[in-house]
């Protein structure tokens, strides 16, 4: 699903593709709008709880601020990237593949950080959505609750189309 097409994508030498980050959710969450700030302290608590963050291994790009201060959404997460790009010995990277399955639900949240950004609507057969969900110990327990999040995640994908047209692709 979307791993296999960020690795293939990542195989680029110009492109990087990061691990899935559902942490950026929980930014965009504690972010103030519509200014687009995050409290660095709110940050770090988000970051330091987060498992997926964690493994990144990456250091925090938050470390040289104040925890009373408030910086760019977009500005932590490039900075992060940009850590893990160094770590991954990665130095002529022009994009990076962030491929989050619910980055979607979040897309118009994204243009607005990243105007840049383009996204593909990945469309997977339900019955292979189900197999992987209820594999993982976060995933549906049942075919019908898997049923239900593949589809409440297209109607994210296709409400992300409609709305933002010429910066999405459906695969």
């Known amino acids: ?7 293939l994508l990542g195989a680029h030498s110009q492109i990087l593709a990061v691990p899935e ?26 970051l330091e709880a987060s498992k997926r ?13 104040s925890g009373s201060e408030s910086v760019l959404l977009s500005r ?10 160094q770590l991954h010995d990665r130095h002529s990277i ?10 979607l639900r979040h897309g118009v949240t994204l243009e607005w950080l990243f105007e840049s950004a383009r996204f593909i609507h990945l469309v997977r057969d339900p019955r292979a959505v189900a197999a992987s969900l209820m594999r993982v110990d976060w995933g549906a327990n049942s075919a019908i ?8 995640s297209v109607s994210f994908g296709l409400a992300a189309e409609s709305n933002m047209a010429a910066k999405v692709m459906r695969v």
């Not at 969450?29 to 519509?34: F, I, M, Y």
């Open 53 to 65: 963050y964690r493994l990144w291994g990456v250091g925090s790009p938050l470390q040289h601020l």
């Open 21 to 46: 980050s559902q942490f950026v959710t929980d930014l965009i969450r504690v972010a103030q709008w519509p200014e687009g700030k995050v409290g660095v302290e709110k940050a770090r608590m988000v």
């Open 1 to 7: 699903g979307t791993t296999l097409l960020a690795d």
């Open 145 to 152: 609750s898997a049923a239900h999040y593949w589809l409440e």
């Open 76 to 85: 932590v997460i490039t900075d992060l990237v940009a850590g893990y790009a």
């Open 94 to 103: 022009r994009w990076w593949v962030y491929h989050t399955p619910s980055n």
